[in-house]
């Protein structure tokens, strides 16, 4: 049997990256999750930083980053629509997560770095304490595309939709309601551990590499197909985890890796879910 092929048009490598640091049409966000203390330490070179709420989230409401407001962002730091904007996370997963959410306020061309800066560094590649500024540039808003993205009450109006397979990524200890955040962590983040009736498992650590980066193709078909998600089959694919953010690895390794259509990620996820008065939750 013929081995799957990564689909290389919006997971690149390190070494195209690499190779690709002097282009000037490329510009390169690492996306963190707390302070910029590491990205001060080193970072790759050309790479600005982000808090990933600033620029993911809007700035009152509990809702996604507007097109009027990315662009915005992005203009201000010198990103145009015709920029190559590569992204990578710290960790891993936030990387995935402005890519998911990028893509819905509607920047055309977004590449994610396989592996974001764990496998950058072990393979020794070059590393800077130098920022680079970009002059301010015009970006009109583009269209948005939220296709992607589904709320509660879609979640709850299909529990019995039996071509409907919802897929929770979170640690084990989540998903079987022991704790509502993964070990490591002070529990938080909802009123009630479980999970959404009838969700399969697939831990998101089980994608990934030791060094952050997707595993191949077969093996990622292999994991998805154990738990019935079946490239062309008639299920829709909804991922959820806490906030989503672990949830955008597997939508992303479907859809851009894998070439699934239409897989789409419960915004709230558990932080909403296990929260809501009303709604049933399993254990």
Known sequence: ????????????????????????????????????????????????????????????????????????????????????????????????????????????DIRLLDGSRTKWESEGLEMTTKTLEFAPVSYSPQTPNETMRIGRKNILDNLKNPNRLLLDMRSPEEYSGERVIEYGFFDHGAERGGRIPGAKHLHYKDLLNDDDSYKSADELQTLFNAIGVIKNSKIEIVCYCRLSHRASLAWFALTHILGYEGVKIYDGSWTEWGSIVGVPIEK
Request: aromatic residues 14%; negative net charge.
């Open 1 to 108: 049997m013929q081995s799957l092929k990564i689909n290389t048009e919006k997971l690149i490598t390190s070494k195209w990256l690499y190779d690709h640091l002097d282009d000037p049409s490329i510009r390169i966000i690492e996306v963190g999750s707390g302070s910029n203390k590491t990205y001060q330490k080193s970072h790759i070179p050309g790479a600005i930083w982000w808090f990933w709420k600033d620029h993911c989230w809007h700035d009152t409401d509990r809702q996604f980053v507007t097109p009027e407001k990315l662009a915005q962002d992005l203009g201000k730091v010198g990103i145009s629509p015709d920029n190559t904007l590569v992204l990578y996370g710290d960790p891993v997963q936030y990387g995935n997560y402005a890519f998911w959410v990028f893509t819905m306020a509607g920047h055309a």
